[in-house]
């Protein structure tokens, strides 16, 4: 049995989809092999580590996951 | 101490320390903290993390620069990782930005990624150039200080907003001596010259350094230190190309404190005519 895909989102410029109630954690967990040095936007307003657990993604959101690369 | 402006051989203050009981130690401070080293990498154009590791080591420097970018779930290895092995600390940078509503979200994101309030706020107006959009920039350095960032902005070589960059409470200012990755070397000395004596915060030559002489004239000019990228990492030999330039800026800085002698249009001998032996016979008097 499928999970309903109920959530529309964006992250990278990717669709992407899941279950209602998926939070700014569950994604960080499914595209990060790991959380350190890594932030994340949502339509372009820092989402605090500290809220990862809580804030849960609407359909439309852009997501935006980010870390150090080289350059600068 | 009177020394000579090397560009100008205008007489300026030099440092009050380089007495006869010897220089004493050389650091420079930011935000409280002392840096040691006045060689700062950035990490951009490195063909791999191993080649990036040993030119890190060799630069001996204390701090380097990363971009923030969107996570590759397919990427190998980890910047952050090497930096944290190495001691290095990391200096964000807003690479990339042409607004000031960019910059300062991507130095919002770097704060929450990398736990630091410190950010190379670069704010760029074209991408032929990469020249500083003046503008923004000013824009997002006023905000990102009033945000607590510690900012290092990314400049252009005039004095005038380099001062306005400082009155608004940016922590370093770091003009460019030529375009980035130009290689073309200080482009205005006269003007990075006016930067420094102007400056009341520590100056770093950021981009177009080519090589290790170009290291060496922003140090001699007085600038605090370096901020190098390409130069090493495109260089054939990066490792030996950041040792180079280590050993530039150690004597650039020291030639600065040394006092240099005046540029003259004419001779000044440095043998007195006192005691000259008779001329030949046949000649003279």
Redesign the interface.
Known sequence: MTADPSVHTSV??HPWHGPAGTTVSDIVAS???SP??????CN?D?V??SRWDTTEVSSGDRI????????? | MILSNPITDEAVTGPADAGAAGPTPDAWVVDGVTMTSRVILGTGGMSSLESLRSALVASAADMATVAVRRVDPAARGSLLDLLRDIGLRVLPNTAGCYTASEAVLTAKLAREAFETDWVKLEVIGDDRTLLPDPIELVAAAEELVEAGFVVFPYTNDDPILARRLQQVGCATVMPLGSPIGSGMGIANPHNIALIVEDAEVPVILDAGIGTASDACVAMELGCDGVLVASAVTRAQHPALMAAAIRDAVVAGRAAHRAGRIPRRRHAEASSSFAGMIEARPGTGS
């Open positions: 990278n410029g595209w990060c092999p350190k040095g890594v932030a994340v936007a372009g820092v605090p580590k935006e996951i980010v870390t150090a690369a080289a350059g600068g």
